[in-house]
């Protein structure tokens, strides 16, 4: 009888005890915490900057050491006084500090959501400060803002907008978008978020008392917000400074709400680690539909901040920025190398809603999984430019479907991949 092509296939067990001795899975604890003591160490002369007294554990059983930087600085086991700063971390984030392949800003709080007891306690400049003294350079505090300082203005002239991305990392298109775009798309913002509140879907923000709202994926949510990805400014800004098939790294509104806290200062690009700072890896744009102003929570910048080795030394002051203001129809352009962040809203009354596009290179994973999250009813509907911006479509050998990758090529989940076919072969 001819064998079956559903051959009985066989399963290999990985984690059962294996005969060829302690090749896989060493524990390196102890190797590790021990390294990051020595780079301690070695970078202690540098920490007189720190001007405060720090705290240091790298883990649950390991003893809390003390680095006194209030003078000459000095390694303690122990102290009676009270620290400025209290820091628990990983001593893999230590090495990895010193080797350039974390960020800092994004070490020392990437941890917290999950994990609380992770976040530094006290002076945070210290413990950032503390980071940026392990790692192979030590980058400067932003430019802080002097009024009279000249900065981007809202401007029709989209030449004038480009200059002023690549000299201060944002521009401000006027006029972007006409009374009764503004008018559409504010009323479906609003509307789509008091919906998600009833619904009891709504993501809040802006401090402990969420005034702020969130609105992800509006793909789904309204053919207006499919309209606005065919806008003409798409195509005049992005192609040029993320080249020909750039992605959408995420699509959201926000609206800015009176009583909120500012979010920290961040760069879009904060999650490609090891960190680069001499390329763009994407450019947010920002869709004003209401007046922005300082007071009613304009995006907080560093202009220029975007070039260079620069990062803020507390990145919950936002001290020394400065709002990116314009009136409503606005398009605020942001390179993600740009620090920023939500500011205060400090107005009496009303909100500040805005729409958020934001653009990746086409090598760089997706913030929304397109594919898991977008409805059935509206992929079906997606014209072909919006299905590229959202990863339907290949680029170089990327993003194919069961090996095809020719460029261009539109995809789809497949409903019945190729499964096992074994067939018996000769020994």
């Not at 800015?256 to 760069?267: E, S, Y």
């Not at 680690?273 to 920002?286: A, E, K, M, V």
């Not at 409805?375 to 014209?383: D, F, G, I, M, S």
Request: charged share 25%.
């Amino acid at each position: 009888m001819a064998p079956s092509a559903t051959t009985e296939t066989r399963t290999l067990s990985f984690t059962a005890p294996r005969k060829v001795g302690p090749k896989y899975g060493k524990d390196r604890s102890e190797a590790n915490y021990q390294r990051a003591l020595e780079i301690i160490k070695e970078r202690l002369p540098r920490m007189g900057m720190l001007n405060g007294l720090l705290m240091v554990n790298l883990g649950a059983n390991r003893p809390d050491i003390f680095i006194d930087a209030r003078g000459e600085p000095r390694l303690l086991e122990k102290t009676e006084d009270t620290p400025d700063t209290r820091l628990n971390i990983k001593p893999e984030y230590i090495i990895q500090f010193y080797e350039g392949k974390l960020e800092p800003r994004y070490g020392l709080f990437k941890d917290a959501y999950f994990h609380e007891a992770s976040l530094p306690q006290g002076n945070l400049r210290i413990a950032i400060k503390f980071a940026d003294l392990l790692c192979p350079v030590n980058p400067s505090n932003p430019k802080h803002y002097q009024p009279g300082m000249r900065l981007p203005q809202p401007t029709e002239d989209l030449e004038q907008v480009k200059r002023d991305i690549r000299e201060f990392g944002y521009g401000l298109v006027k006029n972007a978008l006409t009374p009764e775009e503004v008018a559409i798309l504010k009323k479906a913002v609003q509307q789509q978020a008091a919906g998600e509140r009833k619904a009891g879907v709504a993501n809040m923000d802006g401090g402990p008392h969420g005034p702020n709202q969130r609105i992800w994926t509006l793909v789904n949510k309204g053919q207006e917000f499919l309209d606005l990805l065919e806008h003409p400014l798409i195509d005049e800004i992005i192609p040029e400074f993320l080249g020909e098939q750039a992605l959408i790294h995420s699509y959201s509104a926000n609206i800015v709400r009176p009583g909120n806290i500012p979010m920290q200062l961040h760069t879009d690009q904060v999650a490609i680690q090891p960190p680069i700072r001499d390329i763009n890896f994407g450019l947010n744009i920002l869709w004003f539909l209401e007046d922005v102003t300082e007071e009613n929570g304009g995006t907080r910048v560093y202009p220029g901040s975007h070039i260079g080795a620069v990062a803020p030394d507390d990145i919950f002051d936002i001290t020394g920025t400065v709002a990116a203001e314009g009136p409503s129809g606005t398009a605020l352009c942001i390179d993600s190398r740009l620090w920023h962040c939500t500011g205060p809203n400090r107005a009496k009354s009303g909100e500040r809603p805005a729409i958020l596009m934001f653009f990746m290179r086409s090598f760089i994973r997706q913030q929304e999984n397109n594919f898991l999250s977008i409805r059935p009813e509206v992929e079906a509907k997606l014209t072909d430019r919006v299905k590229a911006f959202l990863g339907y479509r290949t680029t170089g050998a990327l993003g194919g479907v069961e090996g095809e990758v020719r460029e261009g090529i539109f995809v789809k989940k497949v409903e019945n991949p190729v499964g096992p076919f074994r067939e018996e072969v000769a020994a």
